[in-house]
């Protein structure tokens, strides 16, 4: 399991995500953050980042805050 720290800024102009540091990434995100939506968004963008499907991702922390852990299952 490889684990990523992610900033987010919901209700962001565009999709964007750059690498910050090795595993770390500051993602900006359209979606607003109610219902899941931002969350959803975030995990979608960083699957494409990383070439593999978004339901190998999971956000074991931060949840309901900008600063999240994800984590890369299998």
């Keep these: 399991m490889t684990l990523f720290k992610v900033k987010v800024r919901a209700e962001a102009r565009r999709n ?4 910050t540091a090795p595993h770390s990434f500051a993602i900006d995100v359209k979606a607003k953050p109610e219902n899941g939506r931002a969350n959803a968004a975030v995990l979608s963008l960083l699957a494409q980042h990383l070439g593999v499907k978004a339901k190998r991702l999971k ?16």
């Design 59 to 74: 956000i074991v922390r931060g949840a309901s805050s900008p600063s999240k852990l994800v984590a890369l299952l299998g």
């Design 16 to 19: 964007f995500i750059i690498s």
